[in-house]
């Protein structure tokens, strides 16, 4: 059923001065309100569905625009898919996409408050959630997820952003994985991509420039990043990558006082059930740890400034644990084989420490 001018009222479609709406609905028992204040303001909603010989069948999207310059373009395709898109400010922008004509019960939600923000929310398939919420001005936010096979359970996509010019972006492709982003500051990027199922990755971000980037392919994982959430700051570095299953990575920088800046952390776990953790406080510290087996653990507690801990472990069952109080101490561990164990604490300044072992 095409929606002209005439149809508009049953539809639930207002509009004031030079505001342009075209609703497109092709099934029985679609619902699509449209409701826009001010100027030059546009919405495009377009549901359709090949699921079954009664395709496209209670899809529902909603879209309620005030101020100037909104845009607003919804496609749903396959049935029981729901959309709703609220934006209050001056050029905001909103684009949700869900599905083919397979794709049931996705839900994508967006809620943009100020000025030129960007939402764009992607979903195939089925049984997906997408929420983002943005307040303030110049924000990004890009969601992308994908599950099958048909019927399976969805993925779970989240993020908020309270500040100006942040950017979030999130790739899901699989089975009840989990992405949640929250960024309360300006100039803050985060970035999580997982191939997989039942993966998990959250990043808190506050302050200023502070940038995290979490990838996991496989199964099980779970990645978690803290930049300056609860102390003053910014401007530091976290990266996470994860192949396999049922790995652990944790990055908190920022867990005290006084501030944490220009600290950079970087997690590689490859094989199965590794464990790392990297706490930062202080500025300028840097932390590596690299793991390549299975069931190894790393853990890096710093607290102070410039200091430099390296933790590699190539086998399976090893630890190395570096905890380094003070600064511009440094710590180098080297492990290959099988159930190595080091442990070093620096205390002090200018302190360095090199382990290497192997069997």
Known sequence: MILSVAFMLATGVAFAQTNNSSVTQSGTSNMSDVDQD????????????LVSALSGELNDSYVKQDGSGNAADVKQAGDENVSDVIQTGDDNDATVDQGTGQAQMNIASSTQTGNDNTS????RFDNNLA??????DGNFADQ???SGPNGSLGNTAFISQLGDDNFADQMQDGSSNNAYISQIGMDNDAYQTQVGNSNQAYAYQGESGNYSVQTQTGNSNYGLVYQND?????????????????????????????DTENSEA???????????????????????????GNSNTSIHDQSGDDNYARSRQYGNSNASNIYQTGDMNQARTD?????????????????????????
């Not at 764009?120 to 979903?123: N, S, T």
């Not at 910014?234 to 944790?250: E, F, H, L, P, Y």
């Not at 492990?335 to 069997?359: K, R």
């Open 38 to 49: 001010g100027s030059l303001n546009t919405s495009v909603v377009n549901q359709s569905g």
């Open 120 to 123: 764009i929310q992607k979903q």
């Open 131 to 136: 929420t983002i919420v943005q307040t303030g």
């Open 144 to 146: 992308d997820q994908n």
């Open 230 to 258: 609860s102390n003053p700051g910014g401007d530091n570095d976290a990266s996470q990558i994860q192949t396999g299953n049922s790995n652990v990575a944790t990055i908190d920088q920022g867990i005290g006082s006084p």
């Open 266 to 292: 970087f997690q590689t776990q490859i094989g199965n059930s590794n464990n790392a953790y990297a706490a930062q406080n202080g500025d300028s510290n840097e932390s590596r740890q690299r793991q390549e």
């Open 335 to 359: 492990q290959y084989g099988q159930t190595h164990v080091s442990n070093v604490t620096q205390m002090g300044n200018s302190n360095m420490s090199t382990v290497n072992q192997s069997n």
